[in-house]
């Protein structure tokens, strides 16, 4: 009798520790967009997890990544191509434009000035209050090579890493909210 | 808390958020909340509309105790008790 009991309170521990290696208070967002305000939407929700005591573990890919280039950085060693996609596609978040409206730039103008206007924060400081919070970014490292990124050129953030898809499927598989944008 | 009962309220910090929107007063009173000891009272001035929907959310998950809220002419003063 006894050891049956041993046998269903080990039991019960396993379980126990599968459930709390399980998911965390934590949030895992891909952020695949370049658009203004998709990556305004990804910034507000990422520093609102924070103050809700979430961990936040940003995956940017693709055309994101735009967003993540520093404008007072140039690299070297490029060829025809990457140098291309590098003139045609933004340098850095302040270059990038919203998903509608854009009406050759005078719609992003116009968001940049009520954004002002009704006290939203902009871009530069999203990123600047992420940074403190501990807001994690990892840069798909596949894109940035399809696109001719290089990590030399990308902004200088404090918790930045370039990682594959494995890092966010570990992230986002133990976390309560996963998001795609 | 009724209004009478909140108006008598003192804070031990209060946090001026006014002039922020979202997410700004939310990430104002979790800076806040780490400067003040459990059971003690933070008071948010907020001129944003939706804070008062997410302080209170906010406190539900946070297990703080979120007393209410009292209206001033362009602004809203929330209350809530550290856990």
Known sequence: MSTEI???ILE?????????????????MVVFSGD???????????????????????????????????????VSGKNFISKMFGVMLPKGRNKIKLSKMNMGGMGTAMIKGLMKKHNVASLDDMFKIAGELGVEIN??????????FKAEEMIDYPHMNICGVATFLADASESKVQLFI | MTTEELKKVTANHIVDARGTACPGPLLAAKKAIGDIESGEILEILSSD???KHDIPRWCEKMEHDFLGILEEDSYSRLFLKKA
Request: with cysteine.
């Open chain 2, 49 to 51: 509309e939706g804070t």
């Open chain 1, 6 to 8: 041993e046998n269903q």
């Open chain 1, 12 to 28: 019960l521990q396993k379980k126990v520790g599968k459930l709390e290696k399980g998911t965390k208070d934590q949030l895992s």
């Open chain 1, 139 to 148: 840069i798909c490292e596949m894109s940035m090579n399809l696109m001719g």
């Open chain 1, 36 to 74: 203004l305000d998709k990556i305004l939407a990804a910034m507000i929700i990422a520093t609102g997890a924070v103050a809700y005591d979430m961990k936040v573990k940003l995956f940017f890919t693709f055309w994101a990544i735009s967003s993540l280039r520093d404008p007072k950085k140039n």
